[in-house]
């Protein structure tokens, strides 16, 4: 097993327990005994050395070639699985508190996410989050930039809620490119459930400057 097949099985156990505690009730005498068994593992994650993330990203080949400022679009065909940022926090497999969703190539100008939210991520009762939709989205859209070899730094991000976003159940959220001007990316999203949509964004996301500037999108 490598170490970061180690670091998966730490942090999808961790996701479990994550869940089991925001969802489940149990005695105190057994939450105290919980409480000691977390606080010693964690003890002995402190004795460890420091991660750094950026470190940890440059040991995935195409993120390490989008942080040296080249520009490696993935070769993908439509409908296949994006391995976007395995530390990210919407589905990183690496990610102790991760969101849980599976990005997709949609196109050579979208990408969609896919996933069910736990309710350990609701706000309203019964409800997703709209800062946790906030945060996917601007993922989705991450996603489509490192999809498309670019490496781009949110400048603004304008969400509208449309209608509740539902939680244990399938939903969609889907990004595009919208248009481009030298290193200002403009994207699109959405999310939709089995109800309707239930938001819609926009999204200026800034090139970096060693890059190659980028053209309109091929209508």
Same mark, same amino acid.
């Given at each position: 097993?490598?170490?970061?097949?180690?670091?998966?099985?730490?942090?999808?156990?961790?996701?479990?327990?994550?869940?089991? %505690?925001?969802?489940?009730?149990?005695? !105190?005498? #057994?939450?105290?005994?919980?409480?000691?068994?977390?606080?010693?593992?964690?003890?002995?994650?402190?004795?460890?050395?420091?991660?750094?993330?950026?470190?940890?990203?440059?040991?995935?080949?195409?993120?390490?070639? %989008? @942080?040296?400022?080249?520009?490696?679009?993935?070769?993908?065909?439509? *409908?296949?699985? $994006?391995?976007?940022?395995?530390?990210?926090?919407?589905?990183?497999?690496?990610?102790?508190?991760?969101?849980?969703?599976?990005?997709?190539?949609?196109?050579?100008?979208?990408? $969609?996410?896919?996933?069910?939210?736990?309710?350990?991520?609701?706000?309203? =009762?019964?409800?997703?989050? *709209?800062?946790?939709?906030?945060?996917?989205? !601007?993922?989705?859209?991450?996603?489509?930039?490192?999809?498309?070899?670019?490496?781009?730094?949110?400048?603004?991000?304008?969400?509208? @809620?449309?209608?509740?976003? =539902?939680?244990?159940?399938?939903?969609?959220?889907?990004?595009?490119?919208?248009?481009?001007?030298?290193?200002? %990316?403009?994207?699109?999203?959405?999310?939709?459930?089995?109800?309707?949509?239930?938001?819609?964004?926009?999204?200026?996301?800034?090139?970096?400057? #060693?890059? =190659?500037?980028?053209?309109?999108?091929? =209508?």
């Amino acid at each position: 097993m490598s170490s970061w097949d180690a670091v998966a099985k730490v942090a999808e156990a961790t996701r479990r327990l994550n869940k089991a %505690i925001s969802g489940r009730r149990l005695p !105190d005498k #057994d939450l105290e005994e919980i409480a000691v068994a977390v606080e010693s593992l964690a003890s002995r994650f402190d004795a460890g050395s420091q991660r750094n993330k950026l470190d940890d990203m440059l040991t995935r080949p195409h993120l390490a070639a %989008i @942080y040296a400022g080249q520009y490696t679009p993935l070769e993908l065909e439509d *409908g296949d699985p $994006i391995e976007f940022d395995p530390f990210s926090v919407a589905g990183g497999e690496y990610h102790p508190a991760a969101i849980g969703l599976s990005f997709f190539k949609e196109s050579d100008e979208s990408v $969609i996410g896919q996933g069910t939210i736990d309710p350990m991520f609701a706000g309203p =009762p019964e409800r997703v989050h *709209g800062g946790v939709q906030a945060l996917i989205i !601007d993922e989705v859209m991450g996603a489509l930039n490192r999809m498309r070899g670019r490496q781009a730094y949110t400048a603004y991000l304008k969400v509208s @809620y449309k209608g509740p976003a =539902p939680l244990e159940v399938p939903v969609t959220f889907r990004a595009w490119v919208h248009s481009i001007d030298g290193r200002k %990316i403009t994207l699109m999203g959405t999310g939709d459930g089995p109800e309707g949509r239930f938001m819609e964004a926009e999204g200026l996301f800034i090139q970096r400057e #060693d890059q =190659p500037e980028g053209s309109d999108p091929t =209508p």
